[in-house]
Each structure stands twice: as structure tokens, then as C-alpha cells.
């Protein structure tokens, strides 16, 4: 009888990549549902969209490059991908935009890098970026919540404005970008930038009906969603919570030493933590384990200067909202910080006394 | 701000970073009492089963031994022996399939018990009387070697000189489904207490700490039971996580103290034994009971009764499975120690040895194979289970990129390769078969390196040693030479010395000449000689016409003419000398003529050749190897026979600066001539020898055609050797296929 032969250890915790990209899929699920519900169903078919783009993007180059197809594809990582980009664009811009930033995502940012596990950057950040770069109109064309909305939208005209830019009824983006009395309403952040701009004082804008209490309407919640899916992942220890506190911290610490400083025109923590794109970043974005920094104290670096670069540009950039590039730029540090973060070994001093 | 030894003293205790939580599924045997196994048929016992060198052998095939006889003896301090667990007859000493993940078969001594088990005279000794020394060597004697897994012989750990704080006792089994330690503490706490009050004796340590994880709860009270009698003896309940039990671990568990990299406990005061050890030394000095048998898990889903049973050492694994009622599953897997750190079993002859703790055989629901390795996705979660706070990620990129240097850099050689990595890991990646491999190939490029180095000092050491040797043998010489100088002149023999340079100064003086003389005059001495030549064969001829008309006149005008001239004038001397050389080359080249002849014609006429020439037909390789036997033989013939023709060869050339216009020089000095004539010898022994190359070559026709061959022509003859040999391959490849 001939009995099988294995290295140790012999047991495992049965918790797979394809478990945990699933996990932090799921953990989107509320901020997606109250998107969904506060902003129109858009969302939903950009994830649809982004799936099916996704999937045969990643088949297509798994294919090319002579890999088994299929368990690569059950990794569900091409899925998280599509699922981030999906979530971070306008819901309502046209098809192509997320077709091209997905197709980007996968084939060039993280396949032609050599696959999962190899990729230097977020191929969901560095392809929003790529879109934001090239289609700045598209990528900035939010619509305003749907309580603010001039026309209501269906479902059905969320699928027309998407596939043909005209809703069911006839109205084009920049049409129903324009609120009940006629203004087009831009994000909070955008709406906030212009009118500091324009010498405005915070206060003043703060007034504007797209601001609700001390962050956007709608985008309040939206955070909030992410947040509670944030707080799971950490809770079933799938994500660490280094990363988003450093990330969040920073920024909280940064907007509020310079709000104190400069009140008129720099807005609070508060408002920087519950606007734009700072829940999904820190908890979804900046901690995809592959472009992340991989060690405890270099991830609250990482987070830290994602926290940093945010704050720069959001208050000093020509962006409204800054996470793509801060992830990016910290992407490219993640290297530099993993060598100087080394942790102790067992039984060594430290590496600052063996100098 | 208390000091150490009053934390510890006040039960605190310590974390260490990363470990894991797995199953411990130690239910399945944690609660049955300890089984006795019967005795088996065959004992296998490998002579060595602990980290060190085996022992010289004592016994014999065929010997009869007792129960706990030593089998191997213990001369060395790194060696400690084994024993016959039981009476019986020693079948055979072999190599057998090691209890060891290689599975590379290892001298095993193989035992018949007779079912008597028949002690041998037993001498307990009372440890509170007798000298540290005799304790000692009665540990080593006994065969005790760690076993909590690493084997490592007892009586050295337990002989430290240096100074000792803390004794630990491990008591942890972090191992999921082990509880051997377990049911130890349950049934025997007192026993192993005694033990510890041994090895206390020994080392004199400040405080005994028993570390015990938290699922053992039964055994923690027994043992707080059996030391309450003991002032500094603590037991320590750690909680469960794997791997408390790692020395390290358990160290930083218990104490927060570190071992500094590349050092021993002992060098921070601390000693760790296995709580199986402890009891071990209390039986072989309280008992004269050497370390016969040990407690083993048998566990797993695929067994009716997991259990623990008390099997004797060299019991074979089947015999432990098949008491516990193993079921075997296709792809089954049976596992030494473990589901984290044990070895898979090839087969299950392999035998229970000092260090084996366990005997898994789960089925594949209980423990599933490891599935496809994926890519790592950089989630460091092995990062945050590594208790060496190693980088296990960047470990492995830097295994696949055979980076040794950064591995280096990375500590590779502090991974204690417990598994919890690869426990961890999502993409199932087999992170500690990569460090294993990496590291063995560490170590065998330090080895090379090594050997690289010792090699170098050994050539320099040498080119050192000639070089003195040298300026010795030279320091010597001149010595010698001054010391004779002065001799001399004690002598007061000037005048010899005197005497000597004049003489060498005068044959300087007649030998410059000759030497211009032939520089220059040799030319148009050849340039005489060939005309002498000339004028001869016109003489011979005319001679030849001559004895044509009057042939019973002149007999050997040949010979004689020679002669003759020699004695009246040189020219003449010179045409006898050249009819001479030619003559003997002549001869010479016909004797070699001859030899080959001799050499390639009887060959086929012998047996073995005329066999192998019939062979040849049916069977290209026989004819091939026939021909090899046929060559050989030739060639030793033409060897030993060019060796006789060389010497009239060498008389024959020898003629020729003798008898030729050197002649004066030749008189004058004989040296000169004997020099000439070398050199002729060596000459003529070059060409014999190219011609034999020649003839040999011609010889390997041997088995197809040799005949043709040889009489013509050596070149043409190698030829078609050669064609030859080319066809009878063809002939043989296309037999083959």
C-alpha cells in the first residue's frame, strides 16, 4: 500500500483568496444598496458592466498568456476590481467610460504586470485615473441626489442615459445635473472648490442645499454604508485596521490643524471624512493587500500619506477629490516604505543599533 | 517597577508575536487512559534516533539480549544508546526505512522478541547521594534524548557548567490532536516531579517553571499537586496558541526574554527539557529503567479507537494503527508528529523512535490535501502569524529568486519552519517547503564555499611549505659549499682548486673550436658526404657490373670496402658509414615489417579472432568487442616487440655520428658521443613508435578484414580500418533498430 506523501504543516484555515476577495465584495454591499437607492440605480448597471468586462478581459489575457482560465477567474479578484471602479465613477456616465476603465484595469494595470500579486498600482485607482485624465467631462458629470433632482429617473432611464446619454423622456446629463431651481449642482466637493474659488466664505457655501448638515447630501450616508462595511472587514479580520485608522486619522488631524488655522476656507474634519470618496478609499481602496504597503508599521505610513495627499489636494490641488492619486502616488512608495519597515526579528536587536 | 523574577514569581506571563489558532481535536484522545501495547513480532530500532552520532555497535546477529541490555555503547558525548526494549534475538542489522521525512533507509537493528521479556540486572541509584557525574553518565547510558521532537541528547542539556536562572519544563503540545504529554502528567505527575528534582539537582536553577497550555486542565492540577511540596517550582498555564511549545516561544512566553540570534538558551541562563524527558531521567535513575518505550498519539478520523498507547521503541507504525483499528481511505495520508510540523510516511514499517509523539491518519474531510498553489496576493497574513516576526512573503519571492544574499538579510535561518505561515496562507502556497529548499541550498553553497576556502589555504599552505623547502634546500646547499671552501683552505689545497679551473679553462678552450667548426663546416660536410655518397653508389655499381662478370672473385665487397676505407682516408670512411646506416635502417625497417606482420597476421590464425570473425556475422557487438580483445592483444605484441627492435635500431643510428666526419669529436670525448647517441635513440625510438601507432591502427581490422590491411601500406591499411569499423556499426544500429 502506498500512502501519500505532502510537506507540512498538513492543516489549513480554509480561508482562500477567493474567500476573501468575496468577503470584501460583500462588505460593499451597503454603501452600494443606499448609492443605489439615494442616487439612482445607475450604479447597478455600471456594476454589471464592469463584471461582465472584467470577466472577459481577465479570460481573454489569461488565455493569451497559456494560464488555466478558470480557477484565476474564481479568485473573484478581476470581480473586486470591476466592483471599485464601478462604484467610484458617476453612475450615469456613458457605457464605454466603464468598459474602457475596466478593460484598462485588468489588462494593463494588472495583467500585463504579471497577474494577481504582481501589480505595482490599484488597477481600479490607476484606471480611474486613465478615465479621469482622458474623458475629465464624463468623469465629472454626478448627478445630484435624487431628492434633489429635477426629473425623476427610473430604472429604465438610468439603462437610456447610460447606453444612448439621453434618458427615456429625452434629457440629457448636463440636463438633469440641474436641480429644481435650475442650477447644476456639482458634487459637494466640486460645488465647495468653485465657491472658494469664487471668494466665497465656507460658511457661505456650507449654506448650498447639495450640503447637508456638515457633508454632502446623500453622501453622508453613502459613507456611512462603507464604513459600517468597513468596520465588518476588520471585524472578521480580512483587512487590517492599520491602514484605513492611518488613513483616516491623518486627514482627520491634517483638515483639522488647518481648519483651525484658515476657518473661511479650509473645511473641517468632519466634512473631509464624510465626503467624496474617503470611507470607500480607506477601507475598500487603499487596502488592496497587492499595491498596499505589507508591513504593520508601513502600512500606518501608507495610510498616513494617502491621509496627507488627500488633504493637499483636495484643499491645494487642481482636483476636487484626490483619492485615485493618492493611492497611486502611495502605490509607488509601498517598495521604499516595505524596506525601512521591516519588523524586528526574533532574537536580533534592532536594525537602528546594529548601525 | 518589580524585577524580572518577581514578575514571573508573581505568574505573569508574556505574549510572543504571530501564532495561530488551528482545531486541537485533542477530545479524540485527551480522555481515554494510556493503551499498552502488546509486544509485536519485529522491533525495528534504528541505532540512531536522536540528534547527535550513533553509538558502536555491542551486539551480533544471532545474539540473544535482555530487556534494557545496551545495544550501541555511548563513547562519544554526542552519542547516546539505544536498548532492547524487550528479550529476544537479534534477526538482522540493516538498513530500514527512517523514521524521517526523507524516508532514507538508516542501519536499524532488527529484534525478535522471545516474549519473555527477561530484564537485565537492574541498579537504581539514590540521586540525593550519589555524584553529579554518575547522574550523568547514568542519563546517557539510559539512551535519553529530548523528546519533545528534536532528540537532542539530555545528558549534555542537563550537564550545562554555566549558570542556570530558569528550568523551564515544556508541558505545552501545541500540536493540534497531540495529548501523549497530556495523559503523561495525568498518570504519572509525581514521577516526572521526581525527575525534575533530578535534573534540579544537576543545575541548580533560581526556579523550575512548568508551562502548561489551558486545554490540559486535568494535567495542570495533577502537577500543581505533585509540586505544591516544592517552594520554586511554578506551573504556568499558558493560554492555547500555536506555537507556544516552539523553546523559543516558550521562553518568550514564560521569562520575555529573547535568545539572541545564533545563540542557546543556556547563554541567557535558561535550560528547557521536555516534561516526557524529565519523567524519562526519573525512570532511568530511580528504576535503572533506560528509555525502553514512550507514550504515542494514534489519532484521526480514519481509526476506531484514537488513542494513546505506550508502545515500545522500534515498534513498527502498523502495529500502533492496527491496535486502534485504522481504516485506510484512498490518497491516505499518515503522518509523525503533527498535522503542523510532522512528516508523511511512505509506508508504515517505519518504526516509533525516541522522538515520535504522534501517529495521524486523518481522512481528507478532517485534514484536506493542499489544493493548487495560487499567487500570492501580499495579504501578509503569514507576516502576522510568523512567531519569528519574519516577513515570510518577501522570504518566499526571494526562494523563487534563489536570492541567498537577501535571504540572508531577511533571516531566513530564524524561521523554525512551525507551518503557521502556510496555515495562514490564502493562496495555499507551501511557504515552509519553499524556506526548507532554500535553506538546504544555503547550506550547501556554505559548504562550497567552505570546501572553496579550505582548498585555497591548502594550496597556499602548500605553495608555502615548497617554497621553504626551497629556500632550505638552498640555505643547506650553500652551508655545505662554504663549509667545504673552508675545509679546503684548511686544507691548504689552493693549488687543487687552481689546478681545476685551468683544466676546465682548457677543455673551454679545445672544445670552442670543435663546436665553431661544426657550426660552420657542417653544411658543406653534408654537402661532401652526399657527393661521397654519390661517387659510391657509381663505385658499387661499377662494382656490381664487376661481380656480375667475376661474381666467385669478390664475395662481400660490400662489407669489406668499408673496412677498408676506413682505415685509409676519411672520405671513404664516411661512404662505408653511410652504406652502413643505410643498411641498418634497412634492416631495422624490415624487423619492423616483420613484427607487423607478426603482430596483424596471426591474429586472425588465433582462436579468439577466427571465433570473432564468425561471430560478425551474427552479432556486430561480439565482432565489436572481439576486435577490442584482438586490438588490445596486438598492441601489447608490438609493444614488447618494438621494444626488442628499438635496441638494434638505436645501434644502427648510433653508427652515425661515430662512424661520420664527428669522429674527432667522438674520440675526443666520449661523453659527447654517448649524447649523440641518446639523442639517435630517442629519435629513432619516436619514429618506431609513430609507426607502431601505425600498425596498430592497421591491427584494428582485426575481426572483418585484416589481411588487406597490413601488407600494403600502415595509411591505406587505417583506412580502411576505419571503413571497417564504420560498417560494422552501421550493420549493428540497424540490427538494434
Same mark, same amino acid.
Given at each position: 500500500?502506498?500512502?501519500?506523501?505532502?510537506?507540512?504543516?498538513?492543516?489549513?484555515?480554509?480561508?482562500?483568496?477567493?474567500?476573501?476577495?468575496?468577503?470584501?465584495?460583500?462588505?460593499?454591499?451597503?454603501?452600494?444598496?443606499?448609492?443605489?437607492?439615494?442616487?439612482?440605480?445607475?450604479?447597478?448597471?455600471?456594476?454589471?458592466?464592469?463584471?461582465?468586462?472584467?470577466?472577459?478581459?481577465?479570460?481573454?489575457?489569461?488565455?493569451?498568456?497559456?494560464?488555466?482560465?478558470?480557477? =484565476?477567474?474564481?479568485?473573484?479578484?478581476?470581480?473586486?476590481?470591476?466592483?471599485?471602479?464601478?462604484?467610484?465613477?458617476?453612475?450615469?456616465?456613458?457605457?464605454?467610460?466603464?468598459?474602457?476603465?475596466?478593460?484598462?484595469?485588468?489588462?494593463?494595470?494588472?495583467?500585463?504586470?504579471?497577474?494577481?500579486?504582481?501589480?505595482?498600482?490599484?488597477?481600479?485607482?490607476?484606471?480611474?485615473?486613465?478615465?479621469?485624465?482622458?474623458?475629465?467631462?464624463?468623469?465629472?458629470?454626478?448627478?445630484? %441626489?435624487?431628492?434633489?433632482?429635477?426629473?425623476?429617473?427610473? %430604472?429604465?432611464?438610468?439603462?437610456?442615459?447610460?447606453?444612448?446619454?439621453?434618458?427615456?423622456?429625452?434629457?440629457?446629463?448636463?440636463?438633469?445635473?440641474?436641480?429644481?431651481?435650475?442650477?447644476?449642482?456639482?458634487?459637494?466637493?466640486?460645488?465647495?472648490?468653485?465657491?472658494?474659488? =469664487?471668494?466665497?466664505?465656507?460658511?457661505?457655501?456650507?449654506?448650498?442645499?447639495?450640503?447637508?448638515?456638515?457633508?454632502?447630501?446623500?453622501?453622508?450616508?453613502?459613507?456611512?454604508?462603507?464604513?459600517?462595511?468597513?468596520?465588518?472587514?476588520?471585524?472578521?479580520?480580512?483587512?487590517?485596521?492599520?491602514?484605513?485608522?492611518?488613513?483616516?486619522?491623518?486627514?482627520?488631524?491634517?483638515?483639522?490643524?488647518?481648519?483651525?488655522?484658515?476657518?473661511?476656507?479650509?473645511?473641517? %474634519?468632519?466634512?473631509?471624512?464624510?465626503?467624496?470618496?474617503?470611507?470607500?478609499?480607506?477601507?475598500?481602496?487603499?487596502?488592496? %493587500?497587492?499595491?498596499?504597503?505589507?508591513?504593520?508599521?508601513?502600512?500606518?505610513?501608507?495610510?498616513?500619506?494617502?491621509?496627507?495627499?488627500?488633504?493637499?489636494?483636495?484643499?491645494?490641488?487642481?482636483?476636487?477629490?484626490?483619492?485615485?492619486?493618492?493611492?497611486?502616488?502611495?502605490?509607488?512608495?509601498?517598495?521604499?516604505?516595505?524596506?525601512?519597515?521591516?519588523?524586528?526579528?526574533?532574537?536580533?536587536?534592532? =536594525?537602528?543599533?546594529?548601525? | 517597577?518589580?524585577?524580572?523574577?518577581?514578575?514571573?514569581?508573581?505568574?505573569?506571563?508574556?505574549?510572543?508575536?504571530?501564532?495561530?489558532? !488551528?482545531?486541537?481535536?485533542?477530545?479524540?484522545?485527551?480522555?481515554?487512559?494510556?493503551?499498552?501495547?502488546?509486544?509485536?513480532?519485529?522491533?525495528?530500532?534504528?541505532?540512531?534516533?536522536?540528534?547527535?552520532?550513533?553509538?558502536?555497535?555491542?551486539?551480533?546477529?544471532?545474539?540473544?539480549?535482555?530487556?534494557?541490555?545496551?545495544?550501541?555503547?555511548?563513547?562519544?558525548?554526542?552519542?547516546?544508546?539505544?536498548?532492547?526494549?524487550?528479550?529476544?534475538?537479534?534477526?538482522?542489522?540493516?538498513?530500514?526505512?527512517?523514521?524521517?521525512?526523507?524516508?532514507?533507509?538508516?542501519?536499524?537493528?532488527?529484534?525478535?522478541?522471545?516474549?519473555?521479556?527477561?530484564?537485565?540486572?537492574?541498579? !537504581?541509584?539514590?540521586?540525593?547521594?550519589?555524584?553529579?557525574?554518575?547522574?550523568?553518565?547514568?542519563?546517557?547510558?539510559?539512551?535519553?534524548?529530548?523528546?519533545?521532537?528534536?532528540?537532542?541528547?539530555?545528558?549534555?542539556?542537563?550537564?550545562?557548567?554555566?549558570?542556570?536562572?530558569? &528550568?523551564?519544563?515544556?508541558?505545552?503540545?501545541?500540536?493540534?490532536?497531540?495529548?501523549?504529554?497530556?495523559?503523561?502528567?495525568?498518570?504519572?505527575?509525581?514521577?516526572?516531579?521526581?525527575?525534575?528534582?533530578?535534573?534540579?539537582?544537576?543545575?541548580?536553577?533560581?526556579?523550575?517553571?512548568?508551562?502548561?497550555?489551558?486545554?490540559?486542565?486535568?494535567?495542570?492540577?495533577?502537577?500543581?499537586?505533585?509540586?505544591?511540596?516544592?517552594?520554586?517550582?511554578?506551573?504556568?498555564?499558558?493560554? $492555547?496558541?500555536?506555537?507556544?511549545?516552539?523553546?523559543?516561544?516558550?521562553?518568550?512566553?514564560? $521569562?520575555?526574554?529573547?535568545?539572541?540570534?545564533?545563540?542557546?538558551?543556556?547563554?541567557?541562563?535558561?535550560?528547557?527539557?521536555?516534561?516526557?524527558?524529565?519523567?524519562?531521567?526519573?525512570?532511568?535513575?530511580?528504576?535503572?529503567?533506560?528509555?525502553?518505550?514512550?507514550?504515542?498519539?494514534?489519532?484521526?478520523?480514519?481509526?476506531?479507537?484514537?488513542?494513546?498507547? &505506550?508502545?515500545?521503541?522500534?515498534?513498527?507504525?502498523?502495529?500502533?494503527?492496527?491496535?486502534?483499528?485504522?481504516?485506510?481511505?484512498?490518497?491516505?495520508?499518515?503522518?509523525?508528529?503533527?498535522?503542523?510540523?510532522?512528516?508523511?510516511?511512505?509506508?508504515?514499517?517505519?518504526?516509533?523512535?525516541?522522538?515520535?509523539?504522534?501517529?495521524?491518519?486523518?481522512?481528507?474531510?478532517?485534514?484536506?490535501?493542499?489544493?493548487?498553489?495560487?499567487?500570492?496576493?501580499?495579504?501578509?497574513?503569514?507576516?502576522?502569524?510568523?512567531?519569528?516576526?519574519?516577513?515570510?512573503?518577501?522570504?518566499?519571492?526571494?526562494?523563487?529568486?534563489?536570492?541567498?544574499?537577501?535571504?540572508?538579510?531577511?533571516? &531566513?535561518?530564524?524561521?523554525?519552519?512551525?507551518?503557521?505561515?502556510?496555515?495562514?496562507?490564502?493562496?495555499?502556497?507551501?511557504?515552509?517547503?519553499?524556506?526548507?529548499?532554500?535553506?538546504?541550498?544555503?547550506?550547501?553553497?556554505?559548504?562550497?564555499? &567552505?570546501?572553496?576556502?579550505? #582548498?585555497?589555504?591548502?594550496?597556499?599552505?602548500?605553495?608555502?611549505?615548497?617554497?621553504?623547502?626551497?629556500?632550505?634546500?638552498?640555505?643547506?646547499?650553500?652551508?655545505?659549499?662554504?663549509?667545504?671552501?673552508?675545509?679546503?683552505?684548511?686544507?691548504?689545497?689552493?693549488? +687543487?682548486?687552481?689546478?681545476?679551473?685551468?683544466?676546465?679553462?682548457?677543455?673551454?678552450?679545445?672544445?670552442?673550436?670543435?663546436?665553431?667548426?661544426?657550426?660552420?663546416?657542417?653544411? +658543406?660536410?653534408?654537402?661532401?658526404?652526399?657527393?661521397? #655518397?654519390?661517387?659510391?653508389?657509381?663505385?658499387?655499381?661499377?662494382?656490381?657490373?664487376?661481380?656480375?662478370?667475376? $661474381?666467385?672473385?669478390?664475395?662481400?665487397?660490400?662489407?669489406?670496402?668499408?673496412?677498408?676505407?676506413?682505415?685509409?682516408?676519411?672520405?671513404?670512411?664516411?661512404?662505408?658509414?653511410?652504406?652502413?646506416?643505410?643498411?641498418?635502417?634497412?634492416?631495422?625497417?624490415?624487423?619492423?615489417?616483420?613484427? $607487423?606482420?607478426?603482430?596483424?597476421?596471426?591474429? !586472425?590464425?588465433?582462436?579468439?579472432?577466427?571465433?570473432?570473425?564468425?561471430?560478425?556475422? +551474427?552479432?556486430?557487438?561480439?565482432?565489436?568487442?572481439?576486435?577490442?580483445?584482438?586490438?588490445?592483444?596486438?598492441?601489447?605484441?608490438?609493444?614488447?616487440?618494438?621494444?626488442?627492435? #628499438?635496441?638494434?635500431?638505436?645501434?644502427?643510428?648510433?653508427?652515425?655520428?661515430?662512424?661520420?666526419?664527428?669522429?674527432?669529436?667522438?674520440?675526443?670525448?666520449?661523453?659527447?658521443?654517448?649524447?649523440?647517441?641518446?639523442?639517435?635513440?630517442?629519435?629513432?625510438?619516436?619514429?618506431?613508435?609513430?609507426?607502431?601507432?601505425?600498425?596498430?591502427?592497421?591491427?584494428?581490422?582485426? +575481426?572483418?578484414?585484416?589481411?588487406?590491411?597490413?601488407?600494403?601500406?600502415?595509411?591505406?591499411?587505417?583506412?580502411?580500418?576505419?571503413?571497417?569499423?564504420?560498417?560494422?556499426?552501421?550493420?549493428?544500429?540497424?540490427?538494434?533498430?
Amino acid at each position: 500500500m502506498s500512502f501519500k506523501i505532502a510537506s507540512s504543516p498538513h492543516q489549513h484555515n480554509q480561508r482562500s483568496t477567493a474567500h476573501i476577495m468575496r468577503l470584501v465584495a460583500l462588505a460593499c454591499l451597503p454603501g452600494i444598496a443606499v448609492q443605489a437607492v439615494l442616487f439612482g440605480y445607475g450604479v447597478l448597471i455600471q456594476l454589471v458592466l464592469a463584471i461582465v468586462t472584467a470577466w472577459i478581459s481577465e479570460a481573454l489575457v489569461l488565455k493569451l498568456r497559456g494560464k488555466a482560465v478558470l480557477p =484565476r477567474l474564481k479568485d473573484n479578484s478581476a470581480l473586486l476590481t470591476a466592483v471599485l471602479l464601478a462604484i467610484a465613477i458617476p453612475p450615469y456616465a456613458p457605457w464605454w467610460i466603464i468598459v474602457i476603465g475596466t478593460a484598462f484595469a485588468i489588462i494593463m494595470v494588472k495583467q500585463l504586470y504579471g497577474g494577481l500579486g504582481n501589480n505595482l498600482f490599484n488597477p481600479a485607482m490607476a484606471a480611474y485615473v486613465l478615465l479621469l485624465v482622458s474623458f475629465p467631462l464624463q468623469m465629472t458629470q454626478w448627478l445630484p %441626489p435624487l431628492s434633489l433632482q429635477s426629473v425623476d429617473l427610473t %430604472p429604465l432611464d438610468a439603462v437610456c442615459s447610460i447606453f444612448t446619454h439621453y434618458s427615456c423622456s429625452g434629457f440629457s446629463l448636463s440636463q438633469l445635473q440641474a436641480s429644481i431651481d435650475g442650477i447644476t449642482m456639482a458634487t459637494p466637493l466640486d460645488t465647495l472648490r468653485t465657491d472658494l474659488g =469664487r471668494g466665497l466664505t465656507l460658511d457661505e457655501s456650507l449654506n448650498r442645499p447639495v450640503f447637508f448638515a456638515f457633508a454632502g447630501t446623500g453622501w453622508l450616508w453613502v459613507n456611512l454604508a462603507y464604513l459600517a462595511g468597513g468596520l465588518l472587514l476588520i471585524q472578521q479580520k480580512v483587512i487590517s485596521w492599520r491602514i484605513p485608522l492611518a488613513v483616516i486619522g491623518s486627514l482627520f488631524v491634517l483638515s483639522a490643524i488647518a481648519t483651525l488655522a484658515a476657518p473661511d476656507t479650509i473645511a473641517g %474634519p468632519l466634512f473631509h471624512l464624510f465626503s467624496g470618496g474617503t470611507m470607500l478609499a480607506a477601507f475598500f481602496i487603499a487596502t488592496d %493587500p497587492v499595491s498596499a504597503s505589507t508591513t504593520n508599521k508601513g502600512r500606518l505610513v501608507y495610510g498616513a500619506l494617502i491621509g496627507l495627499l488627500v488633504f493637499l489636494i483636495r484643499n491645494f490641488g487642481g482636483y476636487p477629490d484626490a483619492y485615485a492619486f493618492a493611492v497611486l502616488l502611495a502605490n509607488m512608495a509601498v517598495p521604499l516604505i516595505d524596506y525601512y519597515t521591516r519588523p524586528r526579528t526574533y532574537g536580533h536587536r534592532p =536594525r537602528s543599533e546594529l548601525k | 517597577m518589580p524585577g524580572l523574577f518577581q514578575q514571573i514569581q508573581a505568574g505573569k506571563l508574556w505574549d510572543f508575536h504571530g501564532g495561530i489558532h !488551528p482545531p486541537g481535536r485533542k477530545e479524540q484522545t485527551n480522555q481515554k487512559p494510556i493503551a499498552v501495547l502488546p509486544i509485536p513480532d519485529r522491533l525495528y530500532l534504528p541505532l540512531r534516533q536522536h540528534i547527535g552520532v550513533a553509538g558502536q555497535l555491542l551486539v551480533r546477529v544471532g545474539e540473544r539480549v535482555l530487556k534494557g541490555q545496551q545495544l550501541t555503547s555511548a563513547e562519544n558525548s554526542m552519542a547516546v544508546p539505544v536498548h532492547a526494549p524487550t528479550s529476544g534475538t537479534v534477526l538482522s542489522i540493516t538498513p530500514h526505512t527512517s523514521p524521517h521525512p526523507s524516508a532514507l533507509p538508516e542501519l536499524t537493528l532488527v529484534l525478535e522478541p522471545d516474549g519473555l521479556d527477561e530484564w537485565r540486572q537492574r541498579e !537504581p541509584l539514590n540521586f540525593l547521594t550519589c555524584d553529579n557525574m554518575t547522574l550523568l553518565s547514568r542519563i546517557q547510558d539510559s539512551g535519553i534524548a529530548g523528546m519533545g521532537g528534536a532528540g537532542f541528547p539530555t545528558h549534555i542539556k542537563a550537564g550545562l557548567t554555566q549558570p542556570v536562572d530558569y &528550568l523551564i519544563i515544556n508541558a505545552v503540545e501545541c500540536e493540534p490532536y497531540i495529548s501523549a504529554d497530556d495523559l503523561l502528567m495525568q498518570e504519572a505527575a509525581t514521577t516526572i516531579v521526581k525527575g525534575i528534582d533530578i535534573l534540579c539537582r544537576l543545575l541548580n536553577p533560581k526556579a523550575v517553571l512548568i508551562g502548561i497550555e489551558d486545554d490540559k486542565p486535568i494535567a495542570a492540577a495533577a502537577m500543581m499537586a505533585a509540586c505544591s511540596q516544592r517552594e520554586h517550582y511554578y506551573v504556568r498555564i499558558v493560554p $492555547t496558541k500555536y506555537p507556544s511549545g516552539g523553546e523559543k516561544q516558550l521562553i518568550q512566553l514564560l $521569562t520575555n526574554k529573547e535568545v539572541p540570534n545564533g545563540r542557546r538558551p543556556a547563554d541567557i541562563g535558561i535550560v528547557m527539557q521536555n516534561v516526557g524527558t524529565a519523567f524519562a531521567i526519573a525512570q532511568a535513575v530511580l528504576d535503572d529503567h533506560p528509555l525502553l518505550s514512550r507514550i504515542v498519539t494514534v489519532a484521526g478520523d480514519t481509526l476506531n479507537q484514537p488513542q494513546n498507547v &505506550l508502545a515500545l521503541l522500534g515498534t513498527p507504525v502498523s502495529a500502533l494503527l492496527d491496535a486502534c483499528g485504522f481504516q485506510s481511505q484512498p490518497q491516505q495520508r499518515v503522518i509523525m508528529g503533527g498535522p503542523m510540523m510532522g512528516f508523511t510516511l511512505p509506508d508504515l514499517s517505519v518504526p516509533v523512535v525516541k522522538t515520535t509523539n504522534c501517529i495521524l491518519a486523518p481522512t481528507a474531510q478532517e485534514l484536506p490535501a493542499a489544493s493548487t498553489e495560487m499567487d500570492c496576493i501580499r495579504c501578509s497574513a503569514c507576516a502576522d502569524a510568523c512567531p519569528a516576526s519574519l516577513l515570510p512573503q518577501q522570504l518566499l519571492w526571494y526562494s523563487k529568486a534563489k536570492d541567498s544574499d537577501k535571504l540572508q538579510e531577511y533571516n &531566513l535561518a530564524d524561521c523554525i519552519e512551525c507551518g503557521a505561515c502556510a496555515y495562514v496562507c490564502p493562496s495555499e502556497i507551501p511557504l515552509v517547503q519553499y524556506y526548507r529548499v532554500a535553506k538546504a541550498d544555503i547550506r550547501e553553497q556554505q559548504r562550497e564555499a &567552505l570546501k572553496a576556502e579550505q #582548498a585555497k589555504a591548502r594550496f597556499e599552505a602548500r605553495n608555502a611549505r615548497l617554497e621553504q623547502e626551497k629556500q632550505e634546500r638552498l640555505q643547506r646547499n650553500q652551508q655545505l659549499a662554504a663549509a667545504r671552501q673552508q675545509q679546503q683552505l684548511a686544507s691548504g689545497a689552493n693549488t +687543487a682548486v687552481a689546478d681545476a679551473l685551468a683544466r676546465i679553462k682548457a677543455k673551454q678552450a679545445l672544445a670552442a673550436p670543435a663546436e665553431e667548426r661544426s657550426k660552420e663546416q657542417i653544411l +658543406a660536410e653534408r654537402e661532401l658526404k652526399k657527393q661521397q #655518397a654519390r661517387e659510391h653508389q657509381q663505385q658499387k655499381a661499377q662494382q656490381q657490373k664487376a661481380e656480375q662478370q667475376a $661474381t666467385e672473385q669478390h664475395n662481400e665487397p660490400a662489407e669489406q670496402t668499408p673496412a677498408v676505407t676506413e682505415n685509409t682516408n676519411s672520405k671513404a670512411a664516411a661512404v662505408a658509414a653511410a652504406i652502413a646506416r643505410a643498411q641498418a635502417k634497412k634492416a631495422a625497417q624490415a624487423a619492423e615489417q616483420h613484427a $607487423t606482420e607478426q603482430q596483424v597476421t596471426p591474429a !586472425p590464425n588465433t582462436e579468439k579472432s577466427h571465433q570473432a570473425e564468425v561471430s560478425a556475422e +551474427a552479432d556486430p557487438r561480439k565482432a565489436a568487442i572481439a576486435a577490442a580483445i584482438a586490438r588490445a592483444k596486438a598492441k601489447q605484441q608490438a609493444q614488447t616487440e618494438h621494444e626488442t627492435n #628499438a635496441a638494434p635500431a638505436t645501434a644502427s643510428t648510433a653508427n652515425k655520428p661515430a662512424a661520420g666526419s664527428d669522429i674527432v669529436a667522438a674520440t675526443e670525448d666520449p661523453r659527447k658521443a654517448a649524447v649523440a647517441a641518446a639523442l639517435a635513440r630517442a629519435k629513432a625510438k619516436k619514429q618506431a613508435s609513430a609507426e607502431a601507432t601505425e600498425q596498430t591502427a592497421a591491427s584494428t581490422t582485426g +575481426a572483418p578484414e585484416p589481411d588487406v590491411a597490413v601488407t600494403e601500406d600502415p595509411r591505406k591499411a587505417a583506412i580502411a580500418a576505419a571503413i571497417a569499423r564504420a560498417k560494422a556499426r552501421k550493420q549493428a544500429d540497424s540490427e538494434n533498430s
